[in-house]
C-alpha cells in the first residue's frame, strides 16, 4: 500500500495561490463609473410653420409593423397621465425605433403626460450614463443606460435602477394623434415628436454646457464630476478637423467652439449615409448658446423639413411629419454602438428594379413610374452622353406616375435621365434613347 505523507508547507503554498487568484479576480471585477442626470438633457421647442411636409417611414420598418414581425428591440413604457389616443401614437412611435435599432436588453422609458413650460413640446434623455468594459466599447467613455445594456448584454439593476430613459410630453399642445404622417397646417404631429426625443433618450445628447463669464465664456463638454465626455461627443469636430475633445475642458476657447455655427459630426457611418463625397453633417452650434438645443440637434439649416435626415432638427412645427430616424442619425448610432436592424440603414427607396420609363425610345414625351409607394417631389435631369445637363425640372408624382412632355426639340441621340427623391435624396439614372 502506497503511503501517503502529509506536507504542510505545500499546503500553505497551494492555500496562497488560490487565495491570490480569487484576490486578484476581485480586484479585475468591473465597476462602471455613473452618472445621472437631474432632469432630461434635450428640450423640443415649438417651431414656425414651414409648410405641410410629410416624411413616412422607411418601407422596410413600414412592411415589418404591417406584418407585425417580431421587432428587433423591445421598449416596455410606463405611461403616466396619457389618454388613450396619446398613448396610441407614442406606442406607434416606439414600434419604429423598435423595427430600427436591434437590442438584447429591454429598452425601459419612463414617459409623463403633463403640462410643461409654454412652447416645449418636450424634453428626454438618458435616465443614467455609464462607463463600460464591454467588447466594442471605448473605455473612460460615458454611455446612455439603454445603449450600455446593449454592449453589456445584461440589465444594469445590478447598479441601481433599471428604467432608461426619461420623456415628458405637453398634455397642453394642440396634438395630431394620427400615424399617416400627414397633421393638418395647425397641429404638432405627436409621433413625430416622439420619435425625436426618444432619439435624445437613445444617445443623441451629451453634456455640453456654456458658463457665461466676462470676458469670455467658459465652454465644458465632459460631464463634471467624473470629468468623462458622453460618446456622441467623441464624434465632433469643427471644420478644421479638430476634435471637439482635444480643446481644454473648461475653457474659453472650447466655449468658443460651441458658438461657432462650424461644428460637425464625423462618425464613418453617418459619414457614409450622408452621401456627399466626403462632407461631414453639420450639428446646431448657433451664436448664442441654447441650452438643451444646442450641439445635440442637426443644423437646421442643412437639413430642411422635408430631407430624411430632419427629425432630429431642433424644433418641430405644426404641419410637418418625419417618421423616420433618418439614415446618417442611423449611422451616427450604428458608430456608437447600436446595431441596426436589417434595412432600417438603407434609403434605397429608387432602384433599378422599382422604376421604368416607358416610352424607350420616346419621342415627345416621358412617363417614369415608380413602384416604390412614396408620393414625394422629385427632381428630373437629363444629361447628354457627354454629362451636359440640358433639361431639370421638379415634378410631383401622381398615382406612381411622373409625366414628362415636350421634349420633341432635342436632338436625336442617346440621353441618361436622372430621378432624385427630394425627401430622401437618393436618386437613380436611366439610359433613355430619342428618335
Not at 59 to 75: H, V
Not at 338 to 359: K, R
Request: glycine fraction near 8%; charge should be negative; aromatic fraction near 10%.
Amino acid at each position: 500500500m502506497r503511503k501517503i505523507t502529509f506536507n504542510f508547507k505545500n499546503l500553505v503554498v497551494c492555500l496562497f495561490l488560490v487565495l491570490s487568484l480569487f484576490l486578484s479576480a476581485q480586484e479585475t471585477t468591473f465597476v462602471p463609473q455613473k452618472y445621472t442626470p437631474t432632469e432630461p438633457g434635450c428640450v423640443l421647442p415649438v417651431g414656425e410653420f414651414e409648410g405641410l411636409v410629410s416624411v413616412p417611414r422607411a418601407l422596410e420598418t413600414e412592411a415589418k409593423m404591417k406584418a407585425g414581425a417580431t421587432p428587433c428591440a423591445t421598449f416596455v413604457v410606463n405611461y403616466t397621465g396619457f389618454t388613450p389616443e396619446a398613448q396610441a401614437a407614442f406606442q406607434f412611435a416606439v414600434d419604429i425605433w423598435a423595427n430600427s435599432i436591434d437590442s438584447p436588453v429591454p429598452i425601459n422609458v419612463n414617459a409623463t403626460f403633463s403640462s410643461l413650460d409654454p412652447g416645449v413640446l418636450g424634453s428626454a434623455g438618458p435616465a443614467t450614463f455609464l462607463t463600460s468594459s464591454a467588447s466594442g466599447s471605448q473605455p473612460n467613455i460615458f454611455y446612455p443606460a439603454a445603449l450600455w445594456e446593449k454592449l453589456e448584454g445584461a440589465d444594469r439593476g445590478q447598479f441601481g435602477g433599471t428604467n432608461d430613459i426619461n420623456a415628458n410630453f405637453s398634455s397642453d399642445t394642440n396634438w395630431y394623434y394620427g400615424t399617416d404622417a400627414n397633421p393638418p397646417s395647425d397641429q404638432i404631429d405627436f409621433v413625430t415628436v416622439v420619435l425625436h426625443e426618444l432619439g435624445h433618450g437613445l444617445g443623441f445628447t451629451g453634456f455640453a454646457d456654456l458658463t457665461e463669464s466676462f470676458p469670455d465664456d467658459i465652454g465644458a463638454v465632459r460631464e463634471t464630476n467624473n470629468n468623462i465626455p458622453a460618446i456622441y461627443d467623441t464624434f465632433t469636430e469643427n471644420g478644421s478637423g479638430s476634435a471637439i475633445l482635444s480643446f481644454p475642458d473648461p475653457s474659453a476657447a472650447l466655449g468658443t467652439e460651441l458658438v461657432s455655427n462650424d461644428l460637425y459630426i464625423n462618425a464613418p457611418t453617418s459619414v457614409t449615409q450622408f452621401g456627399q463625397g466626403g462632407t461631414l453633417p453639420q450639428i446646431y452650434a448657433p451664436a448664442t448658446f441654447n441650452g438643451g438645443s444646442s450641439i445635440y440637434h442637426w443644423n437646421t439649416p442643412s437639413f430642411p423639413i422635408e430631407n430624411i435626415n430632419s427629425l432630429m432638427r431642433h424644433q418641430v412645427g405644426a404641419g410637418s411629419a418625419n417618421h423616420n430616424p433618418g439614415p446618417i442619425t442611423l449611422g451616427l448610432f450604428q458608430d456608437m454602438g447600436w446595431s441596426i436592424c436589417s434595412g432600417a440603414l438603407s434609403v434605397e427607396d429608387i432602384t433599378v428594379s422599382n422604376v421604368s420609363i416607358s416610352p424607350n425610345p420616346f419621342r415627345s414625351s416621358i412617363s417614369i413610374n415608380l413602384s416604390n409607394g412614396f408620393n414625394n417631389d422629385y427632381e428630373i435631369g437629363l444629361f447628354d452622353i457627354n454629362g451636359r445637363l440640358i433639361f431639370e425640372n421638379k415634378k410631383t408624382i401622381e398615382n406612381g406616375t411622373i409625366f414628362i412632355a415636350n421634349l420633341d426639340q432635342l436632338e436625336d441621340a442617346i440621353y441618361f435621365l436622372k430621378v432624385t427623391n427630394e425627401t430622401t435624396g437618393t436618386s437613380i439614372v436611366k439610359k433613355v434613347i430619342k428618335n
